[in-house]
């Protein structure tokens, strides 16, 4: 495959040539126009020669312009037009682009030639079964498959990992309201629904609130086998839901990793340092962040559980037994949680000096509604299937529109 610019160089030379003006291919500058409106080359030979061809450079552009067509002996240009004083804009024919992008990506255009032996751990996606993969999860999907690609294409080998919380209060609240609406498990709207439901009459009925927190301690003891049933049913059909996403979108990991094998090790974790690290405070333990200028964040609450930080904790854990030599664990998130991984990754770094560097968040912007933010609390949320439809939807439109096809 020959190289692009210096193909428009000759033509351009042949157009010259032919509007009466001798030029060499070294001399014409052919460069890529930073508005996309302007095409795909631009050239300004015309300027560049309108004196020496005793034209004004707009009349000399429209003379080379007229034998560009000609002069194009590879059918590679589809549209070739006059812009400001004398500029030429260059459209590509559309089947030149294609063929350049799957040339590209057959041959790993911008891949190190070889690996840097460095393992990098991503993590990324994180949806929660039993609830919505929402637009909020797609986002996150879309910038952490693509750093995981760019770290590849880097030379690291990149382990992908997916985390997913399939204990804690929110698994109580779907539970809830999947038995007071009769949700079957293999419903995955209907669960999504009961969630809203569960954490609605969490919120404002005190009743269903000691009931569902009820619930939530007989998740973690797995002491109630109806329970455990409804669970486990709902649990796989959440995760299967996932998984047509993920190859819809294209990503396949090589590590997932629940709540419900990370919640203990960090609970013991997080009590093995109190006194050191973490301190008790009204029945449960706290990390007191203010000493590095963050602030106080619960880690056991007063029941004894775990929270979410001390289940970060414990994949913090797992990650380094897993993968003990990775340069960097990262984890990718909204920027909601920015202040929040501060204080995790503080905490750890004062129980394992040698995480220090090695953990890092990257945070993104928040996927907002009009009227506010997602919330699948509140049930408001966009879902990942139903943008990714729309998308299609909208792109097969686009593509009858200019003649690419059908389908």
């Known amino acids: 495959m020959f190289y692009l610019p210096e193909y428009l160089q000759s033509v351009i030379v042949l157009s010259a040539e032919k509007a009466g003006v001798s030029v060499r291919s070294e001399d014409v500058s052919v460069e890529v126009p930073a508005d996309m409106s302007h095409g795909d080359y631009a050239t300004n030979i015309a300027l560049a020669r309108a004196k020496e061809a005793g034209k004004n450079p707009r009349e000399l552009a429209e003379s080379v312009v007229e034998h560009i067509a000609e002069a194009d002996s590879e059918d590679m240009i589809s549209d070739a037009f006059i812009a400001g004083p004398g500029f ?140 455990n049933a409804l669970y486990d049913e709902g649990r796989t059909t959440s995760l299967a839901h996932f998984e047509k996403l993920y190859k819809r979108l294209g990503t396949a990991f090589d590590e997932y990793v629940f709540e419900s094998e990370t919640w203990k090790k960090g609970k013991d974790a997080v009590e093995a340092h109190v006194g050191d690290v973490f301190a008790e405070s009204d029945g449960a333990i706290v990390y007191h962040g203010e000493d590095d200028g963050l602030h106080t964040r619960v880690f056991i609450n007063a029941k004894g559980l775990p929270t979410y930080e001390a289940k970060d904790t414990g994949l913090a854990l797992l990650k380094m037994e897993k993968y003990p030599d990775a340069k960097t664990y990262y984890t990718i998130t909204a920027v909601e949680q920015a202040e929040y991984f501060k204080v995790v990754f503080a905490a750890l770094a004062k129980m394992k000096s040698e995480t220090i560097g090695r953990f890092a968040h990257i945070a993104h912007g928040m996927m907002r509604l009009s009227d506010g933010k997602m919330s699948s609390r509140k049930g408001n949320v966009i879902t990942g299937e139903s943008l990714l439809e729309d998308v299609t939807e909208r792109a097969t439109e686009k593509l009858k529109e200019n003649g690419v096809g059908d389908s």
């Not at 590849?152 to 929110?170: C, I, K, P, S, W």
């Not at 609130?209 to 797995?222: C, V």
């Open 88 to 227: 030429i804009n260059i459209t590509l024919a559309k089947s030149v682009v294609l063929s350049r992008l799957i040339h590209a990506m057959e041959e790993k255009y911008g891949y190190a030639d070889e690996k840097t032996r460095e393992t990098v751990v991503v993590e990324y996606t994180d949806p929660n079964p039993f609830k919505p993969f929402h637009i909020g999860h797609l986002m996150t999907n879309i910038i952490g498959e693509s750093l995981a690609r760019l770290l590849e294409a880097e030379g690291d080998t990149v382990v992908r990992m997916n985390y997913q919380g399939d204990v804690g209060l929110h698994i109580a609240k779907a539970l809830y309201g999947m038995k007071e609406l009769s949700v079957s498990p293999d419903d995955i709207l209907g669960i999504g629904k009961a969630y809203a439901y569960g954490n609605e009459k969490y919120e404002n009925d005190e009743e269903a609130k000691k009931t569902i927190d009820a619930l939530n301690e007989q998740i973690y003891a797995r002491d109630d086998e109806a329970l």
